[in-house]
């Protein structure tokens, strides 16, 4: 039960971030892409299935948030957090490379999806302009800010581990 509150609630706080918070602040030119980040964080740490439901979710409250299509990044966050939980046999949290690998290679493959989308389909094919001006400082933002989110997940998933251990000892006896 403590994986599925743990996601819910950094889903809730993902969404509070992204959509409220770094918005407001002036000196920032772009918002880091948190709950892509999540979606990849949660694929790695506990496989397809939870990378799937975080990715849904996280896109869900990203549409709706957002304004834009209902649906749309709910199938990309979802399709992110699959291919994540692909790599869920060759995580180790001690080993920081896979999560940023994967969180770069998600958000340069969401920014994409993007401009194809909704820029390259209404005929503006400015790709490189749209590379270096919005996906790029995306992308730096989100994985440095996801650093320090992956961090702290890593603990409270730690915490949940060992109170579940303490939790499972104590029954058995």
Request: hydrophobic share 55%; with cysteine.
């Amino acid at each position: 039960m403590g994986k599925f509150w743990l996601v819910f609630v950094s889903l809730f706080f993902g969404t509070l971030l992204q959509c409220s918070i770094f918005p407001m602040i002036p000196v920032i030119q772009t918002i880091p892409n948190i709950l892509l980040g999540l979606s990849v964080v949660f694929g790695l740490m506990y496989g397809k299935r939870t990378g799937m439901f975080s990715g849904v979710a996280a896109g869900i409250l990203l549409d709706i948030f957002s304004g834009t299509i209902i649906g749309y990044n709910a199938f990309v966050l979802c399709l992110i957090g699959y291919v994540s939980g692909s790599f869920n046999d060759v995580f180790f949290p001690e080993n920081y490379r896979l999560p940023l690998v994967a969180l770069s290679a998600s958000d340069l493959l969401y920014g994409f999806f993007t401009y194809f989308f909704f820029f390259f389909t209404q005929g503006d094919y400015k790709i490189v302009y749209y590379f270096f001006r919005i996906m790029l400082p995306e992308l730096v933002f989100t994985v440095i800010v996801m650093v320090f989110v992956y961090l702290l997940l890593l603990h409270l998933d730690e915490k949940i581990q060992h109170r579940r251990n303490r939790e499972g000892n104590r029954r058995i006896v």
